[in-house]
């Protein structure tokens, strides 16, 4: 057969194949369609529902009080001020005692705290710096006299360290966590400790130790986990430095929920001993991260806990805004999680159309990006959590024994279970659920990574969707449990992102988008998160501050 036949042969071929391509693209697009209407659906039902009695559930904070108003100064600022004497350590940490106790019995997020051992160690500080002190001093202590708050599963010396689990809810650290001790040496005091949910493993701050955390933008919504104590604390304008952690968006979901400002730096940066019950010297693709109101925050606070480590981040790189490549996400075609709702999507085209208007030429226009690997989301990061040290099987019961999820099903069925549902549900993801494949997780992940890494090189940008959904009402997320993907991605990963607010929508309820960048470009996360957040709207207070 010549090759003119054999061509002519397989060109006629394809011509008889392309209806069928055609009408199997065209059913693909009108099931998948069909699917996300579905979804959409089932999420608005779930809202009516649940909203039905939370919406009668939801308190206001109250107003922030005029001589409490140095507590809307970032902490950077506040710090300059007490070196500078223009701010006693003492009155702040008095301030602060007094918003906590006026916010708290709303919220329900302290699980612990260190008042009076507080005022003490700022009283000492006072008298040090009225002294004099020389400027070395301040430099090895930027944070010296500022007051901050640390989610539970941080270790801090003499306060309860449960982690949300009641085979452990009278023990307390006997010293602080490597995170703790580095706020410490900075000059910073710990005031109390926030709740978390059970081994920080579900995406509201609840157990059956200390309840469940209110959102102060409105109460009977979530604060998200693990770090929900914490963003809610501080979103209620309560303390100048949120201490928390994130292995699948535990610091950027309670950020979003609360419409705060978060980093999650590059992994392997930051020391997690004495977090969550770790030694520190396993690699994790968890990290020591903040929650705050202020952006500006977020570097100089991540160089305090990053240590040794901290110039490997390029933090006080200068980012030129203009002269960056963006390229953005609306929406992963991850069948699991919720679509998209239009306020996100809203806030989505802002952002784009905000860095189209600011671009200086058409190779700084943001441009659309995807790839398969986004279709993944849960599926990846259930495979590289296999991959941590944690047991949560063994961790759950104070590692007196392996809970199973058959046994404590039964128990929960007649009412003496120790553990949430949630938690449940983990056992079950983790004894129940076959294993993700171990060569497929691999391999789509290694791929994802390089094309990012190649695609963002040193000065690209990756603006990528928060969350499906806002905070959702309490207990809703058991119906929605692959939400958290959308951060949980990153940690698989391993690249910075940061959380970014954009006001709020018609309700009060926060709206925001990440920002991601290649690994240990996190400079770039933090600049262009507030660049962002400033044009649309930024973090707003759910009270009135006078």
Known sequence: MSSTTSAKKEVTQYHRNKPDKIFIGMASNIFKHAIILFRMY????????????????????????????????SAVDIAAKIRNKQLKSEDLVKICIERIQQVNPIINAVTDERYEAALEEAREIDQKI????????????????????????????????????????????????????????????????????????????????FGQTNNPHHTGRTAGGSSGGEAALHAAVTVPISLCSDIGGSTRMPAFFNGLYAL????????????????????????????????????????????????????????????????????????????????????????????????????????????????????????????????????????????????????????????????LMKLFDEQVVPPVNKEWAETTTRELKDALIELLGDDGVLLFPSCPLLASYHYAPILRPFNFGYWAIFNVLQFPAAQVPCGVNSDGIPLGVQVVAAPRHDALCTAVGASLGQALGGAQPPCRVH
């Open 264 to 423: 999650n730096p590059t992994p392997g940066h930051t020391s997690l001993k004495g977090s969550g019950l770790r030694t520190g010297e396993e690699p994790t693709m968890a990290a020591i991260g903040f929650s705050s109101r202020h952006p500006g925050d977020l570097a100089p606070l991540t160089k305090v806990v990053a240590g040794d480590k901290a110039h490997l981040l390029n933090l006080d790189r200068v980012v030129d805004i203009k002269k960056l490549k963006f390229y953005y996400v609306e929406s992963s075609d991850d069948w699991r999680p919720s679509p998209i709702c239009a306020d996100q999507r809203n806030v989505m085209k802002k952002a784009i159309a905000k860095l189209t208007e600011d671009a200086v030429s058409t190779a700084h226009v943001p441009q659309p990006y995807y790839h398969s690997g986004f279709n993944y989301l849960f599926l990846l990061w259930r495979y590289w959590m296999t991959h941590e040290v944690e047991d949560f099987a063994s961790m759950i019961t104070n590692r007196k024994g392996r809970a199973s999820f058959w046994k404590e099903l039964a128990k929960k069925c007649v009412g003496m279970c120790d553990y949430t549902f949630p938690a």
């Open 130 to 209: 009225a002294k004099g002190l020389p400027d070395e001093y301040f430099k090895k202590k930027p944070f010296l006299g500022v007051p901050f708050t640390a989610k539970e599963s941080h270790a801090v010396a003499g306060l309860l360290h449960t982690l949300g689990v009641l085979a452990r809810k009278d023990i307390r650290a006997h010293e602080d966590a490597e995170c703790v001790r580095l706020m410490r040496e900075a000059g910073a005091i710990p005031l109390a400790v926030t709740n978390v949910p059970e081994i920080n493993k579900w995406m509201e701050a609840r157990n059956y130790v």
């Open 42 to 73: 089932i999420d608005w039902l779930i809202d009516l529902v649940f909203g039905f009695y939370w919406e009668g559930k939801r308190v206001k904070i109250p107003d922030l009080e005029k001589r409490h108003s140095i507590l809307t100064e």
